[in-house]
């Protein structure tokens, strides 16, 4: 362990290490750190479901069942294959325009598996965009696929990159639709339309940070640019808007059985307990419902950019995701300094996180903000 303890103050001494020191209670869309109260800005709650106490009531209602803890004790290939299951996959695929929909214990068991899952049929070769999560990354690592990363949101990179891919393989662009560093959304409809130019391309979009807060009815990025339909492999989780725990992945049904057969964390991993899944069900079928929060989460996102812009605080995009660009690592610690100590719970993102020169305090909105409520950041900030 002496090698172990050298590398961890190698880290310390970069101020690069992690820690799990901090405890945060939730209450509602604020949280308590040290005793103090702070408005919860670094969640990813963005329908606000946390306080939903009526939700998590009718369902308890609906299925008192579920309100005694219990494990699926197997692997969704084995015991673990409850119906409830199957039925949620086809309201999903529904929902999605897709054939068929497989669910996934979480989002990073998502990416990993199906990419290498895919990259095992030979002949992949991976096109990524520069800022795709790490669950992506990692798939890629563990695929035996070839590939190759395109600048953020640089469709003219990834056409060069594309052009040169042997005719013979399988190009996979792989894309989130709101990016959870910059908070901007992919012009999904560019990619669609290189599809036809490239007929080999899969389209991979990730829509972890969309569903359930963009789109009519909360289908994602994809539903509000009307491409469903268009995209090959589209992945979305439960564990952030939707307040839950796990992913789906909708597709066609070839790919869908393909993964029953190949993707590792599915085959060899405990299913979510039932429970888990009913709930992300219960919610995933509400979504068409939640205008009012959708329009709120809007609302609240447009004036709070609005005030950055008054105050000259540089943003990337307007979703409700807000990077404000603070630029050094050190001024960008003072400022969330004077943020959490003025009640407001964010982090700084540091270069090497994110590129330098550019680091930044992450902003994550939800539909129960109001004004009143982030104003005195916006003093804060001004005054800084
Ligand atoms: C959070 C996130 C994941 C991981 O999802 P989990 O369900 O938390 O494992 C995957 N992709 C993206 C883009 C994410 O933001």
């Known amino acids: 362990m002496y090698r172990v303890s050298q590398e961890l103050e190698y880290l310390d001494s970069i101020q690069a290490s992690r820690s799990l020191e901090r405890h945060y209670e939730s209450y509602g869309k604020y949280c308590s750190v040290k005793g103090q109260l702070r408005l919860n800005l670094s969640g990813n709650d963005y329908l606000g479901l946390v306080e939903r106490e009526d939700l998590r009531r009718e369902f308890l209602s609906l299925y008192p069942v579920y309100a005694v803890p219990h494990g ?29 929909a497989l669910l996934f214990n979480s989002g990073y068991h998502a990416n990993t598996a199906i990419l290498s899952a895919l990259s095992s049929l030979g002949g992949v070769h991976i096109l990524a965009d520069k800022l795709v999560h790490a669950s992506i990354i990692d798939g890629i690592r563990l695929s035996e696929a070839s590939f190759e990363r395109f600048r953020h949101n640089d469709w003219v990179h990834l056409e060069r990159l594309l052009s040169r891919v042997d005719g013979t393989k399988t190009p996979i662009v792989v894309v989130e639709s709101l990016y959870s560093m910059d908070g901007d959304k992919t012009d999904l409809r560019t990619l669609v339309a290189l599809k036809e130019k490239y007929p080999q391309m899969l389209l991979y979009v990730d829509e972890a940070h969309a569903i359930g807060a963009v789109g009519k009815h909360g289908y994602g990025v994809a539903e509000e640019q009307d491409v469903l339909e268009d995209i090959d492999i589209l992945v979305g989780t439960f564990g952030k808007a939707l307040n839950s725990m796990g992913a789906y992945v ?7 059985r393909w993964l029953i057969n190949k993707a590792r964390s599915l085959i060899f991993s405990t299913m979510l307990p039932e429970a888990t899944t009913a ?7 509400r979504l068409p419902t939640f205008v009012e929060e959708r329009k709120k989460l809007n609302s609240i996102a447009q004036s709070v950019h609005t005030w950055l812009k008054e105050i000259d605080c540089a943003t990337i995009g307007n979703s409700y995701i807000v990077p404000l660009l603070i630029g050094g690592n050190e001024e960008c610690c003072r400022v969330a300094t004077i943020l959490q100590e003025g009640g407001f719970e964010v982090r700084p993102i540091r270069y090497p996180t994110v590129p330098q020169g ?12 109001r004004e009143e409520d982030l104003l005195p950041l916006i003093d804060l900030l001004r005054r800084r």
Do not use: P
Request: glycine content about 2%; proline content about 0%.
């Open 72 to 100: 699926s004790t197997s692997s969704r290939l084995l015991l673990g294959n409850y119906s409830l299951a199957s039925l949620f996959e086809e309201e999903i695929a529904r929902a999605l325009r897709k054939e068929s």
């Open 250 to 256: 909708a597709t066609c049904t070839a790919l869908k």
């Open 279 to 285: 709930w992300s069900r219960f919610l995933f079928n």
């Open 358 to 369: 550019t680091a930044r305090i992450r902003l994550s909105l939800t539909a129960t903000m």
